[in-house]
């Protein structure tokens, strides 16, 4: 999940990633994680980008924490998803376990 903000103010102040990169003293590794969602902004590096695009700090450290929420969201979603099947799967042998008996039992009487 891409930290939209930080690409959009790099496209609009025709920064390159690596000048970015180096303005944040971390290497471009670094930095392409850090725009794609992957590295959370840190105090510092807010600091230097809210100097660099003029603009309140707030803003940058808001979208990155809503970033962060978003993907735990995601996590806790595909969390869910996996348990959901997991007890589907089971569910169904129960089911054929259910049949079975009904099945014996009536062929019993």
């Known amino acids: 999940m891409d930290n939209v903000l930080l690409r959009l103010f790099r496209l609009q102040f025709k920064f390159c990633r690596s000048t970015l990169a180096s303005k ?4 471009l590794k670094d930095y392409l994680a850090l725009e794609k969602g992957d590295l959370s902004l840190t105090l510092k590096q807010a600091q230097v980008l809210s100097k660099l695009y003029n603009v309140k700090i707030i803003h940058l450290l808001e979208s990155a924490r809503q970033l962060e929420l978003l993907k735990v969201r995601q ?23 259910i049949h079975r008996y009904k099945n014996h039992q009536h062929e019993a009487a």
């Open 24 to 27: 944040l003293e971390i290497d």
């Open 75 to 97: 996590e806790i979603i595909q969390q869910l998803q996996l348990e959901n099947s997991r007890l589907n799967h089971l569910m169904e042998g129960g089911y054929e376990l």
